[in-house]
């Protein structure tokens, strides 16, 4: 595959995760400081108050987002595969996992919204959805850690087409500067806050877009 197709499904992992960003917002979205993301009061508060059809839009964006999630693991593997093989198809097994139990973690949002709406978020139908959702982040972190550390170690290695210090964007470096987020006044700092992490995928798969190219493989050059 040439250089611009691979671009052009780099590009779709960003479009993919912003997406992912505008469904979070559905559910949750709301002009504040960082530091009011911090109260569990609030957030309940804004799931049950927000219109009913921000829950059924919020979950739609799912399926769309694992299509577009989808293709940009592909051109992660695509990358990387010429160079590397095995370790490319082990990177895209790991953020194949992440990606699924990202999505199914997304689905359930919409359904908790209505039960905290209607049932309070003291219930125990939300209670297990909670512990539904702690359940599906372990595999996803597995999945998007050992992911990114292949990711890391083919990068440095010059062995997947883009510069050494695009590392620097990988999200588990960058997802730590969320910590700055609560410093964020408002109307800014919630929204930054709450969908950080997708913020932070859009962007690497953004910066790899820009930045691939197969001569950085074939010359050695970072």
Same mark, same amino acid.
């Given at each position: 595959?040439?250089?611009?197709?691979?671009? *052009?499904?780099?590009?779709?992992?960003?479009?993919?995760?912003?997406?992912?960003?505008?469904?979070?917002?559905?559910?949750?979205?709301?002009?504040?400081?960082? $530091?009011?993301?911090?109260? /569990?009061?609030?957030? /309940?508060?804004?799931? %049950?108050?927000?219109?009913?059809?921000?829950? $059924?839009?919020?979950?739609?964006? !799912?399926?769309?987002? =694992?299509?577009?999630?989808?293709?940009?693991?592909? !051109?992660?593997?695509?990358?990387?595969?010429?160079?590397? @093989?095995?370790?490319?198809?082990?990177? =895209?097994?790991?953020?194949?996992?992440?990606?699924?139990?990202?999505?199914?973690?997304?689905?359930? &949002?919409? @359904?908790?919204?209505?039960?905290?709406?209607?049932?309070?978020?003291?219930?125990?139908?939300? %209670?297990?959805? &909670?512990?539904?959702?702690?359940?599906?982040?372990?595999?996803?972190?597995?999945?998007? =850690?050992?992911?990114?550390?292949?990711?890391?170690?083919?990068?440095?290695? +010059?062995?997947?087409?883009?510069?050494? *210090? +695009?590392?620097? &964007?990988? @999200?588990?470096? +960058?997802? &730590?500067?969320?910590?700055? +987020?609560?410093?964020?006044?408002?109307?800014?700092?919630?929204?930054? /806050? !709450?969908? *950080?992490? /997708?913020?932070?995928?859009?962007?690497?798969?953004?910066?790899?877009? =820009?930045?691939?190219?197969?001569?950085?493989?074939?010359?050695?050059?970072?």
């Amino acid at each position: 595959m040439d250089t611009k197709k691979i671009r *052009w499904l780099l590009w779709a992992g960003c479009l993919g995760y912003l997406v992912l960003y505008a469904g979070d917002m559905l559910y949750y979205g709301a002009w504040g400081s960082g $530091h009011d993301y911090l109260s /569990n009061d609030l957030w /309940n508060s804004i799931m %049950a108050s927000v219109p009913l059809w921000r829950h $059924h839009a919020g979950s739609i964006t !799912g399926p769309v987002v =694992l299509g577009f999630g989808i293709l940009g693991m592909l !051109g992660l593997w695509f990358c990387c595969r010429k160079e590397a @093989p095995r370790l490319a198809g082990l990177m =895209l097994a790991f953020f194949y996992l992440d990606g699924v139990f990202s999505i199914l973690q997304h689905g359930i &949002f919409g @359904p908790m919204g209505f039960a905290i709406r209607y049932c309070g978020p003291k219930n125990e139908a939300v %209670a297990e959805m &909670f512990k539904l959702n702690g359940l599906l982040n372990k595999p996803q972190l597995v999945g998007s =850690l050992f992911g990114c550390v292949i990711w890391i170690l083919l990068t440095l290695k +010059t062995k997947a087409g883009v510069p050494r *210090w +695009t590392v620097l &964007f990988c @999200p588990y470096i +960058t997802f &730590f500067l969320y910590k700055v +987020t609560i410093y964020i006044p408002a109307p800014l700092g919630m929204p930054l /806050n !709450g969908g *950080w992490s /997708n913020i932070v995928r859009a962007v690497w798969f953004a910066v790899l877009a =820009l930045t691939y190219r197969e001569a950085f493989v074939k010359g050695g050059s970072a």
